[in-house]
């Protein structure tokens, strides 16, 4: 197997979630390639599943200016474990605390670019309590059955990946 290896990186931007590095790499063939890689610290999702219905969040994301249907989700921070930062997320996004998550993926969301790996999660054993959304979050919680959920997959209407493996597995383990 061929690897790169960089013999020259710049950072161009560092922002609040992400780093952008550019420069060139080396080929074992001995090309030299540009690259463009986004770091960032990794996150989690993870799916409330109660007896009946899941829990998802709509939010309006500018990237592709629209709305999109998400599983509770957010970025690790620092000394966050995964499973902790899950469980943070479910009662900020979701106001459910989890009595038991199973962890279902790991998935690097587009690994042509970025390292972004993000850790998949079914929540169970649910009890409300209240929200606690970051200020500048505008969330609405959507309820959605077994049935809707495979309809939205097989009619293309949920895209975010995280998402989709998550509903997925949901899904399978029914």
Excluded at 39 to 47: I, N
Excluded at 64 to 78: F, H, K, Q, S, T
Excluded at 109 to 121: A, I, K, M, V
Excluded at 146 to 162: P, Q, S, Y
Aim: glycine share 6%.
């Amino acid at each position: 197997m061929s690897r790169e290896t960089w013999i020259d990186t710049k950072t161009v931007y560092a922002g609040k979630v992400i780093t952008l590095k550019t420069g060139k790499v080396q080929l074992d063939d001995g090309l030299i390639a540009d690259r463009e890689v986004v770091d960032h610290p990794g996150g989690v999702g993870v799916l409330p599943v109660f007896a009946d219905h899941v829990v998802l969040v709509r939010q309006f994301r500018i990237a592709v200016n629209d709305y999109v249907l998400e599983i509770p989700a957010g970025r690790l921070e620092p000394n966050d474990t995964p499973e902790t930062r899950a469980r943070d997320e479910l009662v900020e996004e979701a106001g459910l605390v989890a009595g038991r998550l199973e962890k279902i993926a790991a998935c690097y969301c587009s690994p042509g670019f970025t390292n972004e790996l993000d850790h998949l999660y079914l929540a169970y054993d649910l009890e409300e309590v209240e929200a606690r959304p970051e200020i500048e979050e505008r969330i609405e919680l959507v309820e959605i059955t077994a049935d809707r959920a495979t309809v939205m997959l097989e009619r293309f209407e949920i895209c975010d990946a995280k998402t989709v493996i998550a509903l997925r597995e949901w899904l399978i383990r029914r």
